[in-house]
């Protein structure tokens, strides 16, 4: 037997152990945090180390797909780990396989290939290098407000100066107001465009939606100009709108199409989705944990809950109700200014800053949200939610505000 080795002795959380000297390594304090430790979770329902329990509207950042250690979930990725977690990519993996085939029938895009890695900038590291392989330019497009990594490219195509390093900003990128296609087709006119990368629901940016006319708009002018359209639906993506992908709405088919969040409920992977115009050769990607065992049965344990219970038609008719109860309640509430999304993919944008209103919910409310900028809520809920939680989260909602 091991010996399980206990910390007696925690540093405070937040601000009140920042610059506090300890005998023993300490994490990089980065993340603001809830005073919230978090040790369970069921369906769509978490638990703190007191045994309180929280409606979870947040998912993880859309991480939680099939609700919190589903049972069928739990079952195999047990059964997979008792049997064998990793091996490399040096050998056939017929998991990946089943995941490839599975996952191109689920969405739609059997004639794709799939390159698995395991995160979300990490396949979008890898989309913008497939493009600029493939075009021999060096130049993106990214919409204004876009978030799509904190690493190298993926990073320097997110629109946030506070967390591109010098060394990330290397002038690749351009950014551009989303739906604003003239001057989107006016860059790429220039003939040096290697890719437009979009979100077509920003969730960072604060659920802002790429509306049809400018997405088709954009895929011909990629088109005509000989640049590559990736779509990064790694939190959009997955079910979470109402369709198995948020482009699905919007009557396009990228060139690339990158996932991760709900993919495999919480594991870390991601993927990228690739069209037959591009050739693979030898070499040319490569990652050391990416599609490994564990990973792969993760994800087809997701991909079989989400058929088997219906899942994306769930986001789509639960999300509708609770848009339809959230609207309801913005009639009678001013604070509230505007509510959009699609699915279970939910922005309420407010008049007043959410810092008080989120922790409301926490702390007295017992329910966690997202947030973006300074005064929009997310929704992002696992696609199990029901409209029992819909209306039980209004209510929560509710007597938040009127105690702000």
Known sequence: MYQQ???????????????????YMNLFDVYPLFDVNIVKGKGCSVWDDKGQEYLDLYGGHAVISIGHC?????????????????????VVNTLQRQLAERLGNACGYDDYRLFLVNSGAEANENALKLASFKTGRTRIL??????????????????????????????????????????????????????CMIECIQGVGGIKLADEDF???????????????????????????GKFFAHQWLGIRP???????????????????????????????GTTFGGNHLGCAAALAVLDVMEGEHLVDNAR???????????????TEPRITDVRGR?????????IPHKELRGRLVYQEHCFTGCASTNILRLLPPLTFTKAMADDFILRLKRAFAAV
């Open 5 to 23: 080795h206990n910390v007696t002795k925690t540093p405070p959380l937040g601000e009140a152990g920042r610059g506090l000297a300890f005998f």
């Open 70 to 90: 589903h049972p069928h979930y739990v079952e195999i990725v047990t059964k997979q780990l008792d049997t064998l977690g990793f091996y490399s990519n040096s």
């Open 142 to 195: 990214s919409a204004a407000k876009a978030f799509h990594g904190r690493t190298s490219l993926a990073v320097e195509a997110t629109d946030n100066p506070k967390i591109i390093a010098p060394v990330n900003a290397n002038n690749h990128v351009t950014y551009l107001p989303l739906n604003d296609l003239a001057a989107w087709e006016a860059e790429l006119s220039k003939g040096d465009v290697c890719a």
């Open 215 to 241: 997405a088709r708009g954009l895929s011909a002018a990629c088109k005509r100009h000989g640049a590559v359209l990736v779509c990064d639906e790694i939190q959009c993506g997955y079910g979470r709108s």
């Open 255 to 285: 060139d690339l199409i990158t996932v991760a969040k709900g993919i495999a409920n919480g594991f870390p992977m991601g993927a990228v989705l690739i069209s037959p115009d591009f050739k693979p050769e030898y070499g040319q990607l």
């Open 317 to 331: 008719e639960t999300g509708g109700y609770l848009t339809d109860r959230l609207l309801e309640l913005k009639a």
């Open 343 to 351: 699915g279970l993919m939910i922005g309420i944008d407010l008049a």
